[in-house]
């Protein structure tokens, strides 16, 4: 089984960004061209895209939908989207537009019978986000810390047919500190539900870890300011990736 890897384009003013930690006043700039980006990871083999409107994870509602529309019309691969999602209308509208699989974080905790109807009637589709903090399920774009612990939050789709939970140690995401491996791997033994892991990716090296673990249940990783701060080729991750088969 083969690792996937999802560069991520995340989206603030219709802008390419990352943030620090999930901070929306801690965000670096690297490009206004959103569409041309997700050509270029696709031009470098990506087969999968990993896609988040941060203003709409805070604003409960797609803000960023145009730059969303455009990436979905451009790249060739599957796109994977994020960011505000909180009703059944939503999701219906990006599927009917392209998406391939929609993630769904806050409105996964504070309402669990929306994300088990929209897996039910969209069958893989449905990626719950399990955001952990200190341990605990973060939400509202990162910015409130739940009483959940993460394990319990995964169990509680077990049965629900979602089609993988992606864990992002927050207080890693965006410093280049290395992926917490150990987190990741932990809940992909605890839950049936496959694991994207995300947060923090440093190098090839996370890449490479990771894909010895492909066969526990580590679907894939997603990987931003490495990619953009030349930390990590996006060739050569695909290559390790692919070698873990």
Known sequence: MSLIVFPAIDLKG???????????????????????????????????LHVVDLDGAFAGHAVNAAAVEKIVETFPGHVQLG?????????ERWFDLGVSRI??????LKDPDFVKRAAREFPGGIVVAVDARDGFVATEGWAEKSDMPIADMARRFE??????LLFTDVGRDGLLKGCNIDATVDLARATDIPV?????????????ILSLHADEGIEGVITGRALYDGRLDLKAALAVAQAAA
């Not at 993630?103 to 996964?108: F, L, N, P």
């Open 196 to 208: 994207i892991a995300s947060g923090g990716v440093a190098g090839i090296s996370d890449i490479r």
């Open 14 to 48: 219709g802008q390419v960004v990352r943030l620090a930690e999930g901070d929306m006043d801690r965000a670096t700039v690297y490009g206004d061209d959103p569409a041309a980006q997700a050509m270029l990871f696709a031009e470098a083999g990506a087969m999968h």
């Open 159 to 164: 049965d629900a047919g979602v089609a993988a």
């Open 83 to 91: 960011g505000g999602i909180r009703s059944m209308e939503s999701v």
């Open 103 to 108: 993630v769904i974080g806050t409105a996964a």
